[in-house]
């Protein structure tokens, strides 16, 4: 009777057999052969999307006409507005001689480029100091003999026969501070409304 030759299990699988698949260990897996991480394959209708490019903040700009545009508050507004008017009463005491009309045609663009200059906070505090800077710039212009009640007299008179120009210059103030204030509560409900998230 033949007996078999069996093969010891110490000598490994038979080489004739196919050796199974040998699966990646974890610390490989999802890389490549030469150890590189392999990214997924993407969707060939997805692109990817560029990064947001930050654009700087324009840079401001110069006044329309290159004209001066300060913000002056309300003591700087009142002493703009007080020293040019007494610079003017001298001018006009000099070259016109003190003619009040000159004096109150010159009041006009001080109160205009009063109410334009006076920053947003303070604005109705520019009409306040108009009368002030009309009586202070009399000094100069106001008829008087040399001595105090003389020229207290000549002030007063001509504050009586100027009111026009006074009243003018005061409402030319008025109604460019009404503007602007128009136009800063506008301009500040347009950016609460457009900063509200949709409903």
């Known amino acids: 009777m033949e007996q078999y030759r069996t093969r010891s299990p110490r000598y490994g ?29 993407r969707p060939p ?16 700009g110069p006044a329309a006409g290159g004209l001066p545009n300060p913000r002056l508050t ?8 007080t020293v040019v008017m007494f610079l003017l009463g001298l001018l006009c005491s000099v070259l016109f001689g003190a003619s009040l009309t000159a004096y109150g045609v010159l009041f ?33 212009v106001a008829d008087g003999e040399g001595g ?3 020229t207290l007299m000549g002030l007063v008179t001509a504050l009586a026969t100027q009111a026009g120009w006074l009243y003018g210059g005061t409402l030319i103030a008025g109604l460019i501070v009404i503007v602007r204030r128009i136009h800063l509560v506008h301009r500040r409900r347009t950016a609460g409304t457009g900063a509200r998230p949709p409903a």
């Open 108 to 140: 006009l663009p001080v109160c205009a480029l009063t109410a334009l200059w006076v920053r947003p906070g303070d604005l109705m505090t520019a009409p306040v100091v108009m009368p002030i800077a009309f009586a202070v710039g009399l000094l100069p």
């Open 45 to 60: 209708g997805q692109q990817r999307r560029p990064a947001p490019v930050r654009r700087p903040a324009p840079a401001p």
């Open 13 to 41: 699988p038979r080489r004739d057999r196919p050796r199974p698949p040998r699966q990646p260990l974890p610390s490989q897996a999802g890389r490549g052969a030469g150890g590189e991480p392999v990214r997924a394959a």
């Open 148 to 150: 105090t009640s003389s």
């Open 74 to 81: 309300w003591l700087g507004s009142g002493l703009f507005c």
